[in-house]
């Protein structure tokens, strides 16, 4: 499950890449193309935000868009929040089932025929059922799916927004790629899934760190190959993702697990798969033993013989 959900971040990311190569046309000039419906639903509004906040306060555009992606972030914040509380509820409940959950696989893999095969795999669906655990782990992509059309419109705002074209922030160039804020972005992702793992059991940090890996290199790409103003973006969320992990899994993930363990013990999880898993028939054993009677044998009979040549 852990590889569909490094699957599914890669494939998302991988078509926010996608989207931002193929949404805005370009003319010959260079300047874009104002008809296309992302242009004036995403791009336009954003811009003229963005105007209005450099305008009204006199504010730098590298200020404006840290100010806009802390009003992105803290909307969304509660969303991601109870999404990761509902991911590590999930998470206890699968330990708590894992014993059947290895049971059935071994049943499956251990199946000769396909109709036993189908019999393991539906066990198996039915200890998560009768349980209430999902088998995607609580997972949940919508906080990202809502930050797509934000990063997209920032994208292209970055790109052809005149204001942003001329504007540095703390002396980087808004409109070219930043090798400095790409260090930090990198930095910031590393630290957020450093964080991810305290308190994890072993088995689960195994399969967590290629998570932990996968998804700032993504990130770290996109930040790269992206004007300086869109990676200011997620070097600000960043720094969000670091504050929202801590609270989920150092200060809620203690209390969260004492009382699914609470639970558990008032309501232990449903014993589905009850069949007893097929051993192998120890033909080996058999085989072995047969020589180590015969040895037996003869070196009765050669006693005995000596005997009666002695007498």
Known sequence: MTKFKNWLLGSGLLGVLLLLSGCVKSNSDGTPDTSGLVYRMLVVPLENFLNWMVQNF???????????????????LPLGIN??????????????IKPQVDAAQAK??????????????????????????SMMGGMGCLPLLIQMPIF???????????????????????????????VVVG????????????????????????MMIASPLMIVFMSFTSPAGVALY????????????????????????AKIQEDLKKNPP???????IKKAE???????????????????NGRNSGKQQRK
């Not at 006199?58 to 969304?76: D, E, H, K, Q």
């Not at 999404?83 to 708590?96: A, D, F, N, P, Y």
């Not at 927004?161 to 090798?179: E, M, R, W, Y």
């Not at 015969?294 to 009765?300: F, T």
Request: glycine fraction near 4%.
């Open 152 to 182: 997209s419109a920032l994208y292209y705002t970055a790109r052809f927004s005149q204001g942003i074209q001329h504007s540095t922030f703390l002396g980087i160039d808004l409109a070219k790629p930043s090798i400095a804020l790409v």
């Open 270 to 276: 449903k014993q589905v798969v009850t069949k007893p």
């Open 83 to 96: 999404q990761s509380k509902k991911s590590l509820v999930q998470s206890e409940k699968m330990q708590s």
């Open 58 to 76: 006199n504010w730098s555009y590298g200020l404006a868009i840290i100010v806009l992606t802390i009003i992105v972030r803290l909307i969304i």
């Open 187 to 210: 930095i910031a992702y590393l630290l957020q899934g450093y964080i991810s793992l305290i308190g994890v059991p072993e088995e689960q940090k195994k399969t967590m760190r290629s």
């Open 108 to 133: 499956v893999k251990q199946a000769t025929t396909q109709e036993e095969q189908m019999e393991a795999q539906r066990e198996m669906q039915a200890v998560y059922k009768e349980n209430n655990v």
């Open 234 to 257: 997620w070097v600000v969320g960043g720094i969000f993702s670091c504050i929202q992990t801590f609270i989920t899994n150092v200060l809620m993930r203690p209390r969260i697990k």
């Open 282 to 300: 120890p033909v080996q054993q058999k085989q072995v033993s047969q020589p180590k009677n015969k040895n037996k044998n003869k070196n009765a």
